[in-house]
């Protein structure tokens, strides 16, 4: 089993920054994939951001590109998004989610992901 746990949530004005850190614990993989998800009130649980374990790579959503940076310390198995220039659109609950390496074309779907944290909520006021 894969215990997640996400921090650095809160309220800030539209423009400003967060930093959000996911630490996993338990059964971790030496290859897992991290990644971040929101969900808004009413909406789906949507792909932000995913890197990797080797090779640093990263994936962002469209609207994200440019202002939120995703990172990993592999010896620690936590993975941190910072986000700046946040708007109101960024107004959501915030998951991390660990699976073992999975193929390119299904890091952004939520379905793909085995374990996830309780969630951390962001709320930008305009």
């Known amino acids: 089993q894969v215990h997640v746990v996400e921090s650095g949530g809160g309220l800030v004005q539209a423009g400003g920054s967060l930093r959000l850190s996911c630490q996993a614990s338990?059964?971790?993989?030496?290859?897992?994939?991290m990644a971040w998800f929101r969900q808004a009130p009413g909406s789906e649980r949507d792909f932000v951001a995913a890197?990797?374990?080797?090779?640093?790579?990263?994936y962002y959503t469209d609207s994200v590109k440019g202002r939120f940076t995703i990172s990993r310390d592999n010896a620690k198995n936590a993975v941190y998004l910072q986000m700046d220039n946040l708007k109101p659109e960024d107004t959501a609950i915030y998951y991390c989610?660990?699976?073992?390496?999975?193929?390119?074309?299904?890091?952004?779907?939520?379905?793909?992901?085995?374990?996830w944290g309780q969630g951390t909520q962001v709320t930008v006021s305009s």
């Open positions: 989610a660990v699976s073992p390496r999975m193929a390119l074309s299904a890091l952004r779907n939520a379905a793909n992901y085995y374990y």
């Open positions: 338990g059964r971790t993989g030496n290859n897992d994939d």
């Open positions: 890197m990797r374990r080797s090779g640093g790579h990263t």
